[in-house]
């Protein structure tokens, strides 16, 4: 047998490990894909919701006049002056708890914040199966925060749409 003076080394070529790794990146890529895809969640939902009328609040501070969102509670959704509307489609039902003067006809009520950063206050709640996620808007200070979410049905009290 002619040898030739070179060893032949164990081990893969470079070729080999780029292959290798090129299939492991497009495995990793699909599988980051289908895991990181998801539909929006209730509370996804009314984080938007929050984000929404904070924004309201802060366009009628800067505008120097008053900002209503309507809450149209059969069509889960609500209608922004800026013609934007919040679809809550993910919940089942929505209970929109107001002042009364702010009920503008059956099952639409609406919500205004003000100038001075007040606001006329409610409690939103959404509902899908048994979790619920209640959105508070502070009469006095205009503050919009997330009041509770979870499994147990919050109480229901007057003016609900």
């Keep these: 047998m002619l040898q030739t003076?070179?060893?032949?080394?164990?081990?893969?070529?470079?070729?080999?490990?780029?292959?290798?790794?090129?299939?492991?990146?497009?495995?990793v890529a699909s599988i980051s894909f289908t895991v990181f895809q998801h539909e929006p969640t209730l509370k996804d939902q009314a984080g938007e919701l929050v984000n929404a009328l904070r924004g309201m609040r802060s366009s009628a501070m800067l505008r120097g006049q008053p900002q209503q969102v309507v809450f149209d509670v059969d069509a889960l959704r609500a209608e922004l002056p800026s013609d934007k509307v919040?679809?809550?489609?993910?919940?089942?039902?929505?209970?929109?708890?107001?002042?009364e003067h702010q009920f503008i006809?059956?099952?639409?009520?609406?919500?205004?914040?003000?100038?001075?950063?007040?606001?006329?206050?409610?409690?939103?709640?959404?509902?899908?199966?048994?979790?619920?996620?209640?959105?508070?808007?502070?009469?006095?200070?205009?503050?919009?925060?997330?009041?509770?979410?979870?499994?147990?049905?919050?109480?229901?009290?007057?003016g609900q749409g």
């Design 105 to 158: 006809e059956n099952k639409r009520i609406g919500i205004t914040f003000y100038a001075d950063g007040s606001a006329s206050g409610g409690t939103v709640r959404l509902r899908r199966g048994e979790q619920w996620q209640s959105i508070g808007i502070n009469w006095i200070s205009g503050k919009v925060s997330i009041e509770q979410a979870g499994d147990a049905e919050p109480t229901r009290s007057g």
């Design 86 to 99: 919040v679809r809550l489609d993910r919940a089942e039902e929505m209970i929109v708890t107001s002042a």
């Design 5 to 27: 003076g070179r060893a032949e080394a164990p081990g893969f070529t470079l070729i080999e490990v780029l292959v290798v790794l090129a299939i492991a990146a497009v495995m």
